[in-house]
């Protein structure tokens, strides 16, 4: 079974239900038709009501038992700006209000306050501006401080298993994270991968060393990360540093890496040091290996909120929305 078409499954058993808020999107509107008639989820389309229906026409489906929410005229918006505003005095009501019925900010709350289980947006709005929403609404994981992302990597051959997934972090968001902010990256990593992958989180702390077999400020920056990770969670299998195949291919791990790891050349969670070094391997890895590669999907959030590319197409949508939902 295709990866994609296993979440979808999984997804069809739970009875879930995800806010889109760009219901404006002829895609989201084709989306939304496919989830709702497939079983996948029950929808719900955000936005003004023209704009919906204009959606609607141009789509050329319609949204017959889809509920259909006006984020302006809702009645739970006092519920939500209350919640919103809870422990905060930087912020006043009416301000809250304004903010609330924006529909990326009323989708927030929406899984905030349990009315929806997830949400996925971005094929019409900037990562940043989704991101910002998230953090002010759903909020981040305990002891996470920095919003990141990921690439689920899914190797048609590799070595002797056949659609073998990785996850790549991060390789969309953080341009030069520091360790701190890497450490983060690390831990929430393993978090998505304990929830998609159906296998124990190895994570791997890549560099252009293994094991001190060079030295730069690079170098110590993943080292000092690894050691905040393994801090804050001492059960976690990671490791580094290593080179990318000392961390995934066991005959070049036992050569090189010379300490016992229960990480090197058998990792499945790859953590790259930087934006740069994360966005060209993913690519790469891509093109050159035929790969799929579904993502960027957000992570760190206290419940699922997913980045969509702006020039997604229906189906890379519902398949966010397959892979989301498998993170609930």
Do not use: W
Request: glycine letters at 8%; charged letters at 25%; a negative charge.
């Amino acid at each position: 079974m295709d990866i994609i078409e296993s979440f979808i499954e999984k997804a069809k058993k739970r009875d879930l239900k995800l806010a889109l808020p760009e219901g404006h999107d002829e895609r989201i509107i084709k989306a939304a038709r496919i989830i709702k008639d497939q079983g996948i989820a029950e929808p719900i389309v955000l936005g003004k009501p023209e704009k919906v229906e204009a959606a609607v026409k141009d789509s050329g489906v319609n949204l017959d038992g889809i509920q259909v929410v006006d984020p302006g005229a809702s009645d739970k918006i006092d519920g939500y700006v209350e919640k919103y505003i809870e422990g905060r005095d930087d912020i006043s009501a009416a301000v809250a209000k304004r903010m609330v019925k924006r529909p990326l900010f009323f989708a927030g709350m929406m899984v905030a306050c349990g009315d929806a289980d997830a949400t996925i947006g971005g094929a019409a709005t900037a990562t940043s501006t989704l991101i910002q929403a998230g953090v002010l609404t759903i909020g981040l994981s305990a002891g996470i401080e920095t919003p990141s992302s990921y690439f689920l990597m899914v190797i048609p051959k590799f070595l002797d298993e056949v659609d073998k997934p990785f996850i790549y972090a991060d390789c969309a968001v953080n341009i030069d994270p520091t360790a701190e902010q890497l450490a983060d990256i690390a831990l929430a990593s393993a978090l998505s991968a304990e929830k998609i992958l159906g296998d124990t989180p190895r994570v791997a702390m890549l560099s252009f060393s293994t094991k001190g077999s060079a030295s730069s400020p690079s170098i110590d920056k993943v080292n000092e990360a690894l050691a905040i990770a393994k801090k804050r969670n001492p059960n976690l299998a990671i490791d580094g540093e290593f080179q990318a195949d000392s961390a995934i291919i066991p005959r070049v791990a036992a050569k090189k890496v010379k300490t016992e790891s229960d990480v090197a050349g058998k990792a499945n969670v790859l953590i790259f040091p930087d934006l740069d070094s994360g966005n060209i391997a993913y690519k790469l890895t891509q093109y050159m290996a035929n790969a799929q590669a579904i993502g960027p999907l957000l992570q760190g959030f206290a419940k699922p909120i997913t980045d969509l590319s702006r020039g997604a197409s229906v189906d890379d949508i519902v398949a966010t929305a397959a892979l989301t939902l498998a993170q609930v």
